[in-house]
Every structure is written in C-alpha cells, then in structure tokens.
C-alpha cells in the first residue's frame, strides 16, 4: 500500500508564476490536509478537504491560493502569482474515515522555492 | 478554539540517557486523540505514539512512553535510552472527530538533539 505521494518534490517559480502541488493520498483515505512549514518552524494547516468538498480552508489566504480534491485524481495546492514569502515546504497528508484510528500519514513534502 | 503547546523550543540529551518533551493543550471537549509526531532531517512526519482520551492508560511504544494528564491537560512524550537517530523535530498533535470531520491541530515543535 503506497503511502502520501506528492509531487513534484522540489518546485522553483519566478515571482508572478503559477505553482501546482499534487497530493495522492494513501489508498482508502477520503481525508486530505495541506501543511505548509517555513524553515525551522513548525506546521501551519492551511485547507482539509475530503472528495470534491472543502470542510476546512481557515487557514489559507484569501487570495492567490485555492485547493482542490476531485472525485477523481489527486488533492491539488494552487498558488497563482506567487511571491517570495511563498517559498516553504508544504506537506499533504490523509487520513481515513471509516474506522478511524486518528493517525495522519504524511507525504514527503513539496518544497517551492520563489526566486 | 483548541490550542496545543510546546513549551520547548530545543532540547538536548546524551545518547542513552532519558528525555521528557512537554505538551499542553487546551479544549473543552471530552473525547479527542492526541500524538506524537516525529519529523527527522530528511523530513517526513511519522507518527510515534498516539493516546486516546477516554483511555486512562499511558500509551507506549518500545523506547516512548506518554504521561497524559488529562485533568491537567498535559501530554508529555518520554523517550528513554535515547538514540542518535532520534535527533528530530518533535510535534505533538490534537486531533477531535465531529460529524464526520476531524481536524488536528499541532504545537510549533521540539527541536531535540542526541549527543553522542
């Protein structure tokens, strides 16, 4: 059973460009979240989504950033015109709902660096 | 709102020896899971333990162990006879299940290092 795939793992974009972030998530796994961490700091949740629904997205701003998870596919992170105060790891993970153990699992991250 | 706090920004501890990280939280619910996430420098989050709430047994798992004070709202991760390979990012986690949702909030992290 594969784990949290995301891609691509590494991302340079000049200011102004679009970045696109896939998240698979584990197989029976209905969940998705999106972190992103600034060096040597902690998580910050930015969006939960479950399939083609958006339960949480407090955490992400209001303007140039956009998530989605469609019934078919993976979670996709959205950042259009970005800036260099973009440039972070963001990282997916998914759970399931049914029989619900609590456990996160984690993707390896997607690292965005903004020149 | 929930919060979770780590009150240790960076600790350090000599191989072998045994080190407490310390976690508190603060919620009005009753029923919620707590972890221990451990990130190491190659990055990956994998979890380390897990406690649930309403289980007054302290979780275990091998070298780590959990003191969860549930009155006291304090979860704090054990790790004993501490190995180089625990050197690592610490994060401990809230999580609280509601029709259907679940969403997990985490502490800023622990930045542990094993000496040698």
């Known amino acids: 059973n594969a784990g949290v795939m995301q891609n691509p793992r590494h991302l340079v974009r000049r200011r102004g460009q679009e970045a696109r972030l896939r998240c698979s998530p584990m197989?029976?796994?209905?969940?998705v979240y999106w972190y992103r961490q600034l060096p040597e700091e902690g998580l910050k949740f930015m969006v939960y989504l479950q399939k083609e629904n958006i339960i949480d997205e407090s955490g992400m701003p209001k303007e140039r950033f956009s998530a989605e998870f469609p019934k078919e596919g993976p979670s996709i992170l959205r950042i259009q015109q970005v800036v260099r105060g973009d440039s972070a790891a963001y990282f997916c993970a998914s759970s399931r709902s049914e029989g619900l153990t609590g456990e996160l699992f984690f993707g390896e991250g997607s690292r965005l660096t903004v020149l | 709102a929930q919060t979770v706090t780590q009150s240790q920004p960076e600790m350090s501890v000599q191989e072998a020896e045994t080190v407490t990280l310390s976690c508190t939280y603060d919620t009005s619910e009753n029923n919620y899971y707590l972890f221990w996430y451990k990130q190491p420098p190659s990055r990956q989050m994998i979890l380390v333990i897990r406690?649930?709430?309403?289980?007054?047994q302290n979780a275990t798992e091998n070298r780590f162990s959990v003191n969860f004070q549930k009155a006291a709202k304090s979860f704090s991760l054990k790790i004993s006879d501490s190995q180089l390979g625990d050197t690592a990012m610490y994060f401990c986690?809230?999580?609280?299940?509601?029709?259907?949702?679940?969403?997990?909030?985490f502490g800023t992290g622990t930045r542990l290092k094993v000496l040698a």
């Open positions: 406690q649930e709430a309403y289980k007054q």
């Open positions: 986690a809230f999580m609280k299940a509601a029709s259907g949702t679940y969403k997990y909030i």
């Open positions: 197989k029976g796994h209905s969940h």
